[in-house]
């Protein structure tokens, strides 16, 4: 059984389980007022996607999920490049969307991983794949691979203001322990895929040549993830916020 994780509203800045956050984000008065401010600033020229990102570790049963809004002519090369910055990029692995039963790759040459699917560039625009409740499907590199789940939870009118792709709720760091101790993990060892602190992992046998940071991303401890392109901060932020 999964275990169960919460995430804050960015808008309102108060917690839900990640089970419920689509229902809140529908009903946020906050999300509400901003919603009708970008719509009337569009005129009706534009929608935004809401978007449901899901991934599971390897190495622990913590979900993770992200959910996003997107301008409806982000191309999925862009959404793409989003999701390897803050989830992914590690050695510049080739990636994949399946939509309907079709690739979308920036190698579509590449049709050897399944010769079945039909292949199309990532350069075409969520608008002309995606509607509300489509789902689809995500790899990013096909020897360690990491696989996630998206579904389109909603659109609404209007074009976001100064970005192109806004968190609207991203869950929070999985309460991950050092096996030795106890305390909150802080490294993975890729020799024996355990997590530590940094202080037990200074006395582990395996030393530290092969450890990765744990990082909230469901890439943690795979290849060389290490998370130094992810440059969303909210929690950070929102701890030194309480500490004032």
């Not at 984000?25 to 449901?52: I, T």
């Amino acid at each position: 059984m999964a275990t169960k994780s919460e995430g804050y509203c960015r808008f309102c800045m108060k917690s839900f389980p990640g089970s419920s956050m689509s229902r809140h984000l529908a009903s946020c008065p906050a999300k509400k007022e901003r919603d009708a401010q970008e719509a009337a600033a569009a005129k009706g020229k534009s929608s935004v996607y809401h978007l449901k990102i899901t991934g599971s570790s390897w190495y622990h049963d913590a979900p993770y999920w992200l959910h996003l809004e997107v301008n409806d002519a982000v191309t999925l090369s862009q959404l793409d490049s989003f999701l390897r910055n803050i989830w992914l990029e590690c050695c510049g692995h080739l990636s994949e969307f399946t939509i309907h039963g079709i690739r979308y790759s920036d190698s579509p040459e590449d049709d050897f991983w399944d010769a079945e699917l039909e292949s199309e560039p990532t350069d075409i625009q969520l608008k002309k794949v995606l509607d509300v409740k489509d789902r689809f499907e995500y790899t990013y590199d096909f020897g360690s691979s990491t696989d996630l789940l998206g579904e389109v939870m909603g659109k609404r009118p209007g074009k976001l203001a100064g970005e192109k792709i806004r968190i609207l709720a991203r869950n929070n760091p999985p309460d991950l322990k050092c096996v030795s101790c106890g305390k909150a993990a802080e490294e993975f060892c890729g020799d024996c895929q355990s997590f530590y602190c940094e202080k037990c992992l200074k006395k582990h046998e395996c030393g530290d040549e092969m450890a990765l940071p744990v990082v909230n991303s469901p890439r943690t401890g795979v290849c060389g993830f290490s998370g130094e392109f992810d440059t969303d901060f909210f929690m950070e932020e929102r701890a030194g916020n309480a500490a004032r």
